[in-house]
Structure formats: structure tokens, C-alpha cells
């Protein structure tokens, strides 16, 4: 269970990381010059895309972070004890699971209304200041749920060293 779990969740992690990492170094830039007339319907489509495979892929990460925990030894007891939280290893994970909590809020604010916005603004008028405004939130948004991500990924790193 220990294995299965902490391979399922690691494998959702790196598709959630990695698509963020594709998005600002390859996605971004590639829509600057050479598919600049397309930016709109391509953000819209990938972005729509890689949001709905997010919001489906969160819950497990919930799933598989728990079983995570209890195949490695700690009991539901454990869990829900204040000492298991003042310990080390508790303060780290809830270090964690208070970033992860915040990545939900960024995630859920870009992706269903900062991102569909600047989609939506981009089809009606692509050079109003009000779509650069909502572009620039939106790509805030993105930025801030990558440190966000990678902080986690710190986090997950102590617990396990």
C-alpha cells in the first residue's frame, strides 16, 4: 500500500509541477511571436485542458497522501493527536498540507476565474489594457501556484529525509 501510494502520488505531483514548468518555459514564449494570433484559443484549450485533469487529480492526491501515511506506520490515532503534530515530522507535514491548502485557493482563483477571464477577453479584445490586466493576473496566478508547488515539494522532501 505504502509503494502504490507514494508512487501514484508522486507521478500526479510531477504532472502537476511539470505542466506548470511546460507552460512558463515552452508554452509562454512560443506564443510571444510565432503563434501570437493563436494565444487566446491555445491558452483557452490547453489551459481548459490541463485545469480538468488538475481538479480530477487533486482528490487522489488527498487519497494517496493519507494511505501514504498510514503505510508507513502512522494510525488514524496518530493523525488526529496533538503530540503527532507538535513532533517534528507533524509540523513539517502540516507545513505542507497548509501550502498545499494554498495552492487549492490560487488554483481554484486562476482556473475558474482569472484564466477564463483573460481567455474570454483575449477572443473579444485581445489589446484592451482590461485583457492585459487579467493576463498579467492570470500569469501571477501560474507563477505563485509554481513557487507554491515547489514549496511543497520541499516539504515532501524533509519528510522523507
Not at 502537476?16 to 518555459?25: L, N, P, S, V
Amino acid at each position: 500500500m505504502y509503494f502504490w501510494s507514494v508512487f501514484v502520488h508522486i507521478t500526479i505531483v510531477c504532472f502537476w509541477i511539470g505542466g506548470i514548468i511546460f507552460t512558463a518555459a515552452v508554452l509562454v514564449p512560443a506564443t510571444r511571436k510565432k503563434l501570437a494570433t493563436q494565444r487566446g484559443l491555445l491558452f483557452t484549450e490547453l489551459g481548459t485542458r490541463f485545469s480538468r485533469l488538475s481538479w480530477l487529480l487533486f482528490p487522489i492526491l488527498i487519497i494517496t497522501g493519507i494511505t501514504a501515511l498510514l503505510g508507513r506506520g502512522f494510525s488514524v490515532q496518530d493523525l488526529i493527536s496533538v503530540t503527532f503534530w507538535q513532533s517534528e515530522y507533524g509540523s513539517t507535514l502540516f507545513s505542507k498540507l497548509i501550502a498545499f491548502s494554498l495552492m487549492l485557493i490560487v488554483a481554484a482563483i486562476h482556473d475558474f476565474w482569472l484564466g477564463p477571464k483573460a481567455a474570454d477577453l483575449m477572443k473579444k479584445d485581445p489589446n484592451s489594457e482590461t485583457t492585459y490586466r487579467y493576463r498579467k493576473a492570470s500569469s501571477w496566478g501560474g507563477r505563485i501556484n509554481l513557487i507554491l508547488g515547489l514549496i511543497i515539494l520541499y516539504f515532501a522532501v524533509s519528510l522523507v529525509r
